[in-house]
T-cell receptor
């Protein structure tokens, strides 16, 4: 039982490049989330998926897109990376919308 | 407009003493509150939670207190141990299961 897994762990992009962050959970959770963590800002919700087949914007969705591929997987895509998207990205999942369980994070640098 | 605030960026405590971490919120519609602990280079891990209908919840060395009239949440750790040194985030649940996080407080427990 791996919980929530994220790939890659680290990534360096040049401005304008695109990439997809992958997230998978094996806890049979219904809801999945993407957050970014920046110094002094806590964790801010980018997008979430309350259930398979649905996605909604969070607090900071601009510049990102998501896909809920199936119940297990929820990916985050940066179409044209910008230096302001340098951050640590966390994926999380939840069974009933209360406690969320987080992955280990992806550290992204955009130069 | 920060709905969940942790006004102390850092806290230093002697081993064996009590650690008190504080959190304030503005939205009276939050129905559930959580504390997460985060070590460097890892994802946040769920620590303890409390429903808005309660004023106290205890789990071993960790106790969370909720004062709804003051819109204030606190986490007490007794006794504090060096392994408790981490960043602690409080979070509040909105309708639909979204969490709003505070900025975090870095706790350092000195031997």
């Amino acid at each position: 039982n791996a919980g929530v897994t994220q790939t890659p762990k680290f990534q360096v992009l040049k401005t304008g490049q695109s990439m997809t962050l992958q997230c998978a959970q094996d806890m049979n959770h219904n809801s999945m989330y993407w957050y970014r963590q920046d110094p002094g800002m806590g964790l801010r919700l980018i997008y979430y998926s309350a259930s398979e087949g649905t996605t909604d914007k969070g607090e900071v969705p601009n510049g990102y897109n998501v896909s809920r591929l199936n119940k297990r997987e929820f990916s985050l895509r940066l179409e044209s990376a910008a230096p302001s998207q340098t951050s640590v990205y966390f994926c999380a999942s939840s069974l009933q919308g209360y406690e969320q369980y987080f992955g280990p994070g992806t550290r992204l640098t955009v130069t | 407009d920060q709905q969940v605030k942790q006004n102390s960026p850092s806290l230093s405590v002697q081993e064996g003493r009590i650690s008190i971490l504080n959190c304030d919120y503005t939205n009276s519609m939050f129905d559930y509150f959580l504390w997460y602990k985060k070590y460097p280079a890892e994802g946040p891990t769920f620590l303890i939670s409390i429903s808005s209908i309660k004023d106290k919840n205890e789990d071993g060395r960790f106790t969370v207190f909720l004062n709804k009239s003051a819109k204030h949440l606190s986490l007490h750790i007794v006794p504090s141990q060096p392994g408790d040194s981490a960043v602690y985030f409080c979070a509040a649940r909105q309708q639909g299961g979204k969490l709003i996080f505070g900025q975090g407080t870095e706790l350092s427990v000195k031997p």
